[in-house]
């Protein structure tokens, strides 16, 4: 080892599910939106002046935050937007998560918040999902750092009912509470409404699944003022200007898409209705997924093998090699086409 | 304080320069470019396929990088790519930095290292620049916890030559130490070519300012492929996915407008020069920068009060209320006119 690596600060990366570049592929691996963006995201980019972006973006990506802020029907400064949902949760990390104390996590979750906790030096503690898949919430009341959970849950797609948030929520008053609602727009309730009841709460939301904008980085968090600013603070001693000018411009465009973005979110919703009827009969077993995804498992096929055989017929799926999930599969929504060469594929390969 | 706030990570955010959204000011005060992007960068935007943006973007930004690596002739290996140098460095501080012992830098110098040192809790040591602000090279030889300096140092516009630039690399083998070199393409000579040979060095530099591409937030860093992996493996920890597809697109075509860059960077050269002739002839003082912009002090006429009154004209310039540079304004270099507005303002105020 050199002198100078013994400061390095060594991590086990976090490791993004694949992006084939190959063509043709049915791509049901990373959660994304089968259906394009908002019409006005391809006229803002057309519409950039380019000659601009001689110049640094605004530094408080105002035009977006103000956006947010009355299609949410908060003050501006309650949003808080990042270059996607986990630089908001990476400066959540680093921001809210200074304790000597563990914060507090499903053990079947997002698999970026044990990274994120190890790189930052975070102590952390799993706590078990019970035999559904459930949260146990009053695993969450003993004494922590923090807390941190996506509802619905990835990958198992389980929501909660806010009544159960609320109660995590109140048992912590002492430390903050982030509520990762990724996939809150393809069911389940939104924590947001307790936020003026609860000034320790976050939550956070992304562009990149309900409003087809993964390409482009925007996610955002909103809470109490107190907690946004402290927020900014950090954002702005880590870097500045983070939020592009063409992504200002078209996020922008995604919020004011009212009934684009309710037509697709409908759409693929039906998709997942369909399709859970469609694997029931062939025999898959999941929870009753909230999200644009399904996480499956079967009795008498290996997950892995399923995986596998669908790769090679160019569908691509995510397979987590981690306990207590090393037979399940997580399946995005894609259209219906996508999802209709799927089943006809899984029938085959189980001699149906 | 609530409860809550007793595990803030509590911050002096860096004060970005003034971002005044008011039409017809003359903009010297935040170093960009005075002309467009290459205009390769707006067919590139018009070009961009909307729909596409459903994908995440490449999370190895690989069309930029190899980009990059051929224009440099390096491998792809050794070169990293973040959301404007600012998100290249705080990586960096956040990869490199994590010794018991203070990293060294210079006492006037971009202000955002003491923000990054004092938000990741990592000891630091300034060290004075002599009085005519130059760095001394000696004072950077006693043990530390890594090195950093910019080469022209901002805001002082001062080059330190190669062989001194070396000398500190070799002096520091233990640790890593990083040449910032946002200014370097107005002058001066880059640090390089000494990658090869020290695996200590790396060099990190910016479409911000010779690039015109402040708006679009792209910088890099290139070194050895070891510390380039160490980098990689934070920043795929923080967020694996920071360059969107239109940022990848417009930055591959600033890097090929090989012509372009040359013509607009000579022209900032050549009005720098001339700027220096004229702001002498009225008594101002300063170093001979290499970079984008002038550091300047009159014996007769304060900072402050020029500052102000070019403000009320609607010029905006830099000013830093720090010891040792608080008569001193950084004037950023734009196009030949603007300058010229600046000096006969300067001239009229002087009484001259």
């Given at each position: 080892m050199k002198g100078w690596e013994k400061n390095i600060r060594k991590v086990v990366p976090y490791v993004p599910g694949e992006q084939p570049k190959q063509r043709g592929i049915i791509k049901l691996n990373t959660n994304e939106n089968?259906?394009?963006?908002?019409?006005?995201?391809?006229?803002?980019?057309?519409?950039?002046?380019?000659?601009?972006?001689?110049?640094?973006?605004?530094?408080?990506?105002?035009?977006?935050?103000?956006?947010?802020?009355?299609?949410?029907?908060?003050?501006?400064?309650?949003?808080?937007?990042?270059?996607?949902?986990?630089?908001?949760?990476?400066?959540?990390?680093?921001?809210?998560?200074?304790?000597?104390?563990?914060?507090?996590?499903?053990?079947?979750?997002?698999?970026?918040?044990?990274?994120?906790?190890?790189?930052?030096?975070?102590?952390?503690?799993?706590?078990?999902?019970?035999?559904?898949?459930?949260?146990?919430?009053?695993?969450?009341?003993?004494?922590?750092?923090?807390?941190?959970?996506?509802?619905?849950?990835?990958?198992?797609?389980?929501?909660?009912?806010?009544?159960?948030?609320?109660?995590?929520?109140?048992?912590?008053?002492?430390?903050?509470?982030?509520?990762?609602?990724?996939?809150?727009?393809?069911?389940?309730?939104?924590?947001?409404?307790?936020?003026?009841?609860?000034?320790?709460?976050?939550?956070?939301?992304t562009f990149s699944k309900s409003r087809s904008l993964a390409g482009m980085r925007v996610g955002y968090a909103m809470g109490n003022k107190i907690l946004i600013k402290y927020l900014n603070d950090v954002k702005y001693s880590f870097n500045s200007y983070t939020m592009n000018a063409p992504t200002l411009a078209a996020a922008v465009e995604a919020v004011k898409a009212e009934e684009y973005f309710k037509e697709t979110k409908g759409k693929i919703v039906a998709t997942r209705e369909r399709v859970k009827v469609e694997l029931g009969k062939l025999g898959f077993r999941f929870q009753d997924s909230q999200a644009n995804f399904l996480f499956i498992t079967h009795p008498q096929f290996s997950a892995r093998e399923i995986f596998e055989a669908l790769k090679i017929k160019k569908i691509y799926v995510r397979y987590f090699n981690k306990p207590r999930i090393d037979n399940y599969l997580r399946v995005t929504i894609g259209t219906d086409e996508e999802m209709d060469e799927l089943i006809s594929f899984l029938k085959k390969f189980m001699g149906k």
């Open positions: 089968p259906y394009p963006p908002a019409p006005g995201v391809a006229a803002a980019l057309k519409g950039m002046d380019a000659d601009m972006l001689r110049r640094y973006p605004d530094p408080t990506s105002e035009v977006l935050v103000k956006e947010l802020a009355a299609y949410y029907h908060l003050e501006p400064e309650q949003v808080f937007v990042g270059v996607g949902s986990d630089d908001v949760l990476a400066m959540c990390f680093l921001t809210f998560f200074n304790s000597q104390k563990p914060i507090l996590f499903p053990d079947i979750t997002y698999s970026f918040y044990d990274v994120w906790a190890e790189m930052l030096r975070i102590p952390y503690e799993r706590c078990a999902l019970d035999e559904e898949f459930r949260i146990v919430k009053e695993d969450y009341y003993k004494a922590n750092g923090g807390v941190i959970f996506p509802n619905p849950n990835a990958p198992t797609g389980v929501c909660q009912d806010l009544a159960a948030v609320e109660d995590i929520v109140a048992h912590n008053r002492d430390v903050v509470v982030i509520v990762d609602e990724a996939y809150i727009d393809f069911g389940g309730k939104s924590a947001l409404e307790l936020i003026d009841r609860y000034d320790n709460l976050l939550v956070v939301q």
